[in-house]
C-alpha cells in the first residue's frame, strides 16, 4: 500500500462573508484530515465557525480558498450533480432542529432522500422501517412529526440521514433541543452507528456531548485551537471506496415527480383549488366562446345555403345610374342571351308586382312574379303537388299559376285540392298548376314559401303593364365557375347595351363576406377568452412562487440529502404541468357543458375539434412557461439559507 489517503481533508481552507463591506472570517487556513470510523466532536463558542466547516465538510457550502479533498479527490472539480450525488451518498446531515416534513409520516420521511437514490417505493419503505426498528421507533412509523417528542424526531432525522448508506454522519447541535435523558438516548445511537463503521463529525458547545467523542476540535474565531488526534489512522481506516471516482446519479423518475406533485398539490387542496380554477375557467371560456362563435357562422351559412351558393343575381342600374325598380335596362332577351352561356345552369327572368288572389271567399294579399320555366332549377323548388309550368306555357302565354305552401294554406284552409282550381287576379282567371314545397323562412326571416308565380310572358302581357326585367336569376354549374359566369354575363350585356347599366351579385361573395366577419367575430370572443386563460396562468405563477417560498425548508432539506438542482426544477415543474394539465381537461369539460347550456336557450353552437385542441395545448404551455420562473428559483436556492431560516 502506497500512503493511505484520508477520507476527508481540507488543506488551508478558508471562508470568507462579506456583508456591507465588512469581511467576516468564519474560516481561516483551517486543515484538517478525517479518517474514516472516526467519532469527531467539534467545540467551540457560537459564531466560531463550527457551522460554516460542517457545510463545507458536507458540500453544501464551497471553500473561499484552499482545496478540500474526498477520498483524495479534490472537491472543487466536481459539478453540482456530483456534489448532490455526494451528498446523497457519503454524507447524512441531522440538524439541530431535526427538519422533518410536517405533511410525511415518519417512515415517508426516512424515505425521502431514497428517493434520489433511485429506490423504489417498496424498497424505500422497507428500508425505512428496517431503520426505524433499529433506532427503537418501530411503531412510530407511520405517525406524523408533530405527533412524535423530539427526541424521536431526531431519531427519525438520524434514520434519514442512514438509508443511502452515509459514510459520514454529519451532525450540528444534534441534541440542542433534546432534554438531557432524549439527548443522552441519541449519543449512544451515534456512538453504536460509529462502532458499526460510520464516521461522526458533531458540533456541539457543551463539553458533557464532547466527551462522547474520540477526538475534539475546538474553534475558535474560524481558527482550529486545539486538535486531540487520539485515533491511529492505520491502513484498515483507509476508505474503502478510495479509489472510487465520483459520479452523478440518474435524475430522479418522472412518475415519482408526478407522484410528489399530486402530494403536495393534495396536502395544500385549497389553493390548488382555486389556481385549478383560473385554468379551468380560462379553458372553458375558449372553448364555449369558439362554440358560440362557430354555432353563428353555421347559421348564417346554413341560411345563404337554403338560397344557394351558386346563384348569380342581374338588376338593373348601376354606379352612376339612378336606382330603380323600373330602370328600363333588361329584358327578356338579355335573358335569352344569358341563358346561352357557358356555365349558365339556369336563367330565369324575374319581374313581379303586388296583387290580390281571390278563390272564393278566401283572398292572398301578396306578390305574384313573372318567371320562366327555369325559375324551379335556379332556386332549387321541388313540387309538393302538381306541376312547375312548361317552356310550352311561357310560348303560349299560358294563364297558370304556381303557388307556395303559404298561399296554398290561405286560399284552401279546408283542406280542398289546390291543384286544377281557378284563382282570381290582376282583372283574369288563372289556373292552379303546382303547389311548391315548404322551405320556411329565409336568412331575413321572411316567409319563402309566399310564391305566386306565373309565365313571365303571361306577366308583361296581362298583370305588369311593362315589358322591362326586376332581375334575372342565374345558377351557374359550380361554385368554382361563379366568377367566369359572371364575367361572360358581364362582357354580353355590355356588348348588347354598350355600357354598364346592371349590377351583378353573387352569393358566392356573400358567403365570403359572411365568414369573414364571422371568423373575425370568433377570434375577438377567443382572444378575451384567451385572456382570462393568461390570467389563470399568471394565477398560476403567482401560486407556485408562494408554492416554493412557503416550502423553502423543504427544498433546502432535499437539496441537503441529495436532490439535484434538475430534480427540484422536474419537480416544481411537474407540479405546475399537473395543475395546468388537470385544469385544461376539466376546463374543456365545462367548456362543453356550457356550451350545451347555451344551447337550451336557442344559441346556436357548434363543436370543432379545434378550440378544445387550442385550450389545452394552451395551458400546456401556460404551466410550462408561468411554472418555469418558481421551479427555477426553487432549483438555484441555497440550501444553507433555507435550512437556516425558522
Ligand atoms: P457557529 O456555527 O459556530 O455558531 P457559524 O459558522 O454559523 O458559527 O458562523 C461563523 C461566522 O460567520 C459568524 O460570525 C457568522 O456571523 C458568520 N456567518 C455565517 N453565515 C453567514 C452568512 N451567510 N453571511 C454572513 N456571515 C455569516
Ligand atoms: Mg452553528
Not at 426498528?133 to 438520524?158: F, I, M, N, Y
Not at 341563358?339 to 324575374?350: S, V
Not at 417560498?549 to 423543504?554: A, M
Not at 356550457?594 to 385550450?615: D, G, N, R
Amino acid at each position: 500500500m502506497t500512503g493511505s489517503v484520508p477520507l476527508l481533508q481540507l488543506n488551508d481552507v478558508c471562508r470568507y462573508y462579506t456583508n456591507s463591506e465588512v469581511e467576516v472570517r468564519a474560516l481561516d487556513k483551517v486543515s484538517l484530515s478525517v479518517d474514516k470510523g472516526e467519532f469527531i466532536a467539534i467545540m467551540g463558542q457560537s459564531g466560531s465557525g463550527k457551522s460554516t466547516l460542517m457545510n463545507i465538510l458536507g458540500c453544501l457550502d464551497k471553500p473561499t480558498s484552499g482545496d478540500y479533498l474526498i477520498n483524495g479527490q479534490p472537491v472543487a472539480e466536481l459539478d453540482a450533480d456530483c456534489l448532490s450525488a455526494l451528498r446523497l451518498k457519503t454524507f447524512g446531515f441531522v440538524f439541530q432542529r431535526y427538519q422533518l416534513l410536517s405533511d410525511y409520516s415518519a417512515q415517508e420521511n426516512v424515505a425521502m432522500p431514497a428517493i434520489y437514490s433511485g429506490m423504489s417505493k417498496n424498497e424505500r419503505l422497507n428500508k425505512a422501517n428496517e431503520l426505524l426498528g433499529r433506532l427503537g421507533l418501530a411503531e412510530r412509523g407511520l405517525h406524523k412529526p408533530t405527533e412524535l417528542s423530539g427526541g424521536q424526531q431526531q431519531r427519525v432525522s438520524v434514520a434519514r440521514a442512514l438509508i443511502n448508506g452515509a459514510e459520514v454522519i454529519l451532525a450540528d447541535e444534534p441534541t440542542g433541543a433534546l432534554d438531557s435523558a432524549s439527548g443522552e438516548q441519541l449519543l449512544d445511537l451515534l456512538k453504536q452507528l460509529n462502532q458499526e463503521g460510520v464516521t461522526i463529525i458533531l458540533i456541539t458547545h457543551d463539553p458533557e456531548v464532547a466527551e462522547h467523542a474520540d477526538r475534539l476540535i475546538q474553534v475558535k474565531d474560524g481558527i482550529i485551537l486545539s486538535d486531540s488526534k487520539t485515533f491511529d489512522a492505520g491502513l484498515e481506516s483507509q476508505s474503502e471506496s478510495a479509489t472510487a471516482k465520483i459520479t452523478a446519479l440518474p435524475g430522479i423518475g418522472t412518475f415519482e415527480s408526478v407522484i410528489m406533485a399530486f402530494t403536495s398539490l393534495h396536502a395544500n387542496w385549497f389553493r390548488t383549488l382555486l389556481t385549478l380554477l383560473g385554468i379551468i375557467i380560462g379553458v372553458a371560456s375558449v372553448v364555449t366562446m369558439m362554440a358560440i362563435g362557430e354555432g353563428g357562422k353555421q347559421d348564417v351559412l346554413k341560411r345563404i345555403e337554403t338560397i344557394g351558393t351558386n346563384l348569380v343575381l342581374i338588376r338593373p342600374g348601376g354606379a352612376n345610374i339612378r336606382r330603380s325598380g323600373d330602370n328600363a335596362s333588361l329584358t327578356l332577351d338579355d335573358a335569352e342571351a344569358i341563358a346561352e352561356l357557358e356555365g349558365a345552369a339556369f336563367t330565369a327572368p324575374e319581374r313581379s308586382t303586388r296583387t290580390t288572389m281571390r278563390y272564393g271567399q278566401y283572398d292572398f294579399n301578396g306578390r305574384i312574379k313573372g318567371t320562366n320555366s327555369d325559375y324551379k332549377g335556379a332556386k332549387d323548388w321541388e313540387m309538393s303537388k302538381g306541376v312547375f309550368f312548361s317552356e310550352a306555357d311561357i310560348e303560349n302565354y299560358a294563364p297558370v299559376v304556381v303557388i307556395g305552401a303559404t298561399v296554398a294554406e290561405q286560399l284552401f284552409p279546408n283542406g280542398e285540392e289546390p291543384v286544377g282550381k281557378y284563382v282570381w287576379m290582376k282583372s283574369a282567371f288563372y289556373q292552379i298548376i303546382g303547389v311548391l314545397q315548404a322551405k320556411g323562412a329565409s336568412a331575413g326571416g321572411h316567409d319563402m314559401d309566399d310564391e305566386v308565380l306565373i309565365p313571365i310572358t303571361t306577366g308583361i302581357m296581362k298583370a305588369f303593364g311593362r315589358d322591362y326585367l326586376h332581375s334575372i336569376v342565374v345558377k351557374v354549374e359550380s361554385t368554382d365557375k361563379v366568377q367566369a359566369t359572371i364575367e361572360r354575363i358581364k362582357a354580353k350585356l355590355i356588348e348588347r347595351h354598350g355600357k354598364e347599366d346592371f349590377m351583378i351579385h353573387s352569393t358566392d361573395s356573400l358567403v365570403e363576406a359572411v365568414t369573414e366577419t364571422q371568423d373575425t367575430l370568433t377570434w375577438l370572443l377567443a382572444s378575451v377568452a384567451g385572456i382570462s386563460l393568461f390570467v389563470g396562468g399568471i394565477g398560476v405563477m403567482n401560486i407556485m412562487l408562494v408554492n416554493v417560498s412557503e416550502r423553502r425548508r423543504e427544498i433546502g432539506l432535499r437539496i441537503a440529502t441529495g436532490a439535484k438542482p434538475g430534480d427540484i426544477l422536474k419537480q416544481f415543474n411537474i407540479e405546475a404541468w399537473v395543475v395546468c394539465i388537470l385544469g385544461g381537461v376539466i376546463g374543456v369539460a365545462f367548456g362543453f357543458i356550457a356550451s350545451l347550456i347555451i344551447q337550451l336557450f336557442e344559441i346556436s353552437v357548434s363543436f370543432t375539434l379545434m378550440p378544445p385542441v387550442v385550450a389545452f395545448i394552451t395551458s400546456l404551455l401556460v404551466g410550462l412557461i408561468f411554472g418555469y420562473a418558481p421551479a427555477h428559483k426553487a432549483a438555484k436556492l441555497n440550501p444553507i439559507d433555507a435550512l437556516a431560516e425558522d
